[in-house]
């Protein structure tokens, strides 16, 4: 269990398994996890309890360096598929986020007009108008949904304050397909507990709730890097095949990701 934290507001560009050529917005504090999951498998590690809400970049710095980066990059001759909101927690808790992701916007279409804008959420802050109307506007609204069933959520994901899996599934269904979820799958033992969302159980209930969602896209994969907690254990490409032609069996696409 080695796990790491992003010292930078703008970091990469790196190579994603899902999403390319990637550059990095982490609009949480640098070396320090802001987050209201404590999810068991984040290559962050688990989220201090005194966190807090604070030290987050002002959303001017945030303009000046995206675009002292993306035009060093133009000029190099550099290729990019996506710039993206992840890094040290939740992006959307940042208290600009809506304005942060307008000034990307139009960053991009200036300087990188075919990369995507793609914010990585755990969809904690949906119910937030201001938050919902942004996610809209992303390219890729790529949304957290690691299990159906509430009980191996709060095992797998451990949600800060009044976490309602129904009430959070009823705002996803109300992007009206303008969203990707994204779903990592894995096996193990946590705090005594066996857990394991490839079951047949969790699986049936998460394509229930992905029907009811519609989608445009899900994206699955399991455990690639270091994890917050020991005892997880991977699952194997051709499981994930399995569970992802059910999917597509329902009418929606798929992503599996190695």
Same mark, same amino acid.
């Given at each position: 269990?080695?796990?790491?934290?992003?010292?930078?507001? *703008?970091?990469?560009?790196?190579?994603?398994?899902?999403?390319?050529?990637?550059?990095? &917005? =982490?609009? #949480?504090?640098?070396?320090?996890?802001?987050? =209201?999951?404590?999810? &068991?498998?984040?290559?962050?590690?688990?989220?201090? $309890?005194?966190?807090?809400?604070? %030290?987050?970049?002002?959303? %001017?710095?945030?303009?000046?360096?995206?675009?002292? +980066?993306?035009?060093?990059?133009?000029?190099?001759?550099?290729? #990019?598929?996506?710039?993206?909101?992840?890094?040290?927690?939740?992006?959307?808790?940042?208290?600009?986020?809506?304005? *942060?992701?307008?000034?990307?916007?139009? *960053?991009?279409?200036? &300087?990188?007009?075919?990369?995507?804008?793609?914010?990585?959420?755990?969809?904690?802050?949906?119910?937030?108008?201001? &938050?919902?109307?942004? !996610?809209?506007?992303?390219?890729?609204?790529?949304? +957290? !949904?690691?299990?159906?069933?509430?009980?191996?959520?709060?095992?797998?994901?451990?949600?800060?304050? =009044?976490?309602? !899996?129904?009430?959070?599934?009823?705002?996803?269904?109300?992007?009206?397909?303008?969203?990707?979820?994204?779903?990592?799958?894995? /096996?193990?033992?946590?705090?005594?507990?066996?857990?394991?969302?490839?079951?047949?159980?969790?699986?049936? @209930?998460?394509?229930?709730?992905?029907?009811? *969602? /519609?989608?445009?896209?899900?994206?699955?994969?399991?455990?690639?890097?270091?994890? @917050? $907690?020991?005892?997880?254990?991977?699952?194997?490409?051709?499981?994930?095949?399995?569970?992802?032609? /059910?999917?597509?069996?329902?009418?929606?696409?798929?992503?599996?990701?190695?």
């Amino acid at each position: 269990m080695s796990t790491f934290l992003f010292d930078s507001i *703008i970091f990469g560009p790196v190579w994603s398994r899902r999403l390319g050529e990637s550059l990095g &917005i =982490n609009l #949480l504090p640098v070396k320090r996890k802001v987050c =209201n999951f404590s999810c &068991i498998y984040c290559e962050c590690g688990l989220t201090p $309890v005194e966190s807090g809400i604070s %030290g987050f970049p002002p959303a %001017g710095r945030v303009k000046v360096l995206l675009t002292i +980066k993306l035009e060093e990059m133009k000029r190099k001759g550099e290729y #990019l598929d996506s710039i993206t909101f992840a890094g040290n927690g939740e992006p959307t808790l940042h208290p600009e986020f809506p304005v *942060i992701l307008e000034d990307t916007l139009k *960053i991009r279409d200036r &300087i990188f007009p075919l990369a995507s804008v793609t914010v990585l959420s755990n969809a904690t802050r949906i119910g937030d108008k201001s &938050i919902f109307n942004a !996610l809209l506007k992303a390219d890729l609204n790529i949304l +957290k !949904l690691d299990s159906a069933i509430e009980e191996t959520l709060f095992q797998i994901n451990c949600p800060a304050g =009044n976490y309602n !899996l129904r009430e959070t599934i009823e705002l996803l269904s109300s992007f009206n397909g303008k969203l990707i979820i994204q779903t990592l799958f894995f /096996r193990g033992s946590y705090m005594g507990k066996r857990l394991d969302n490839t079951s047949e159980e969790e699986v049936s @209930a998460w394509l229930s709730v992905l029907k009811q *969602i /519609r989608p445009e896209s899900v994206m699955m994969y399991s455990l690639a890097r270091d994890t @917050a $907690v020991d005892g997880l254990e991977r699952v194997s490409h051709e499981e994930l095949n399995a569970i992802a032609g /059910r999917v597509e069996k329902s009418g929606i696409a798929v992503q599996v990701t190695p």
